[in-house]
């Protein structure tokens, strides 16, 4: 389902205030298990929130290509969605500094982590006083690192 079940304007902008309102919710919801340091957490909400964000998406789309689309809905329905929206675009202006600060702890976690590795790795092989390193095998350490926060 991309489209919003609605028979007129007034339906179709309660639709979308409902929508919005929930997709607030769960945004901020993961905001908080962010902040909470429970990303894992996170996860349940990620399908729902997709399914919604497409939805959002579309109709705002078609929002735009029609703006009749809401043009016989009642004042303080519209209201109401201009004051959801701006609440919607808050939450998620602050989820993306929540996610920006948790990618850069990650980084700084998975570069300490590496070179703790090539210091490891490029102390001298062997035993005695007159080990030699062995050639070839210190810097060559590579981690990968998801993209998803």
């Known amino acids: 389902m991309t489209e919003l079940a609605a028979g007129n304007p ?31 957490d996170a996860l349940g909400l990620q399908d729902e929130k997709s399914q919604l964000a497409n939805i959002y998406r579309a109709e705002v789309a078609r929002a735009r ?25 808050e939450s998620l202006a602050e989820n993306g ?27 001298s092989g062997g035993y005695g006083p007159g080990a030699a390193q062995q050639a070839g095998r210190g810097g060559n350490f590579a981690i990968a690192v998801n993209r998803t926060a």
């Open 10 to 40: 007034a339906e179709r902008a309660e639709g979308l205030l409902k929508l919005t309102n929930r997709l607030t919710d769960l945004i901020n919801e993961e905001t908080r298990l962010f902040q909470d340091r429970r990303p894992q």
């Open 65 to 89: 290509k029609e703006p009749t689309r809401f043009a016989g809905a009642p004042a303080p329905i519209k209201a109401a969605l201009r004051q959801a929206t701006t609440k919607f675009h």
């Open 97 to 123: 500094r929540i996610v920006g600060a948790l990618k850069t702890v990650t980084e700084g976690v998975v570069k300490a982590i590496a070179d703790e590795a090539a210091r490891q790795r490029s102390t």
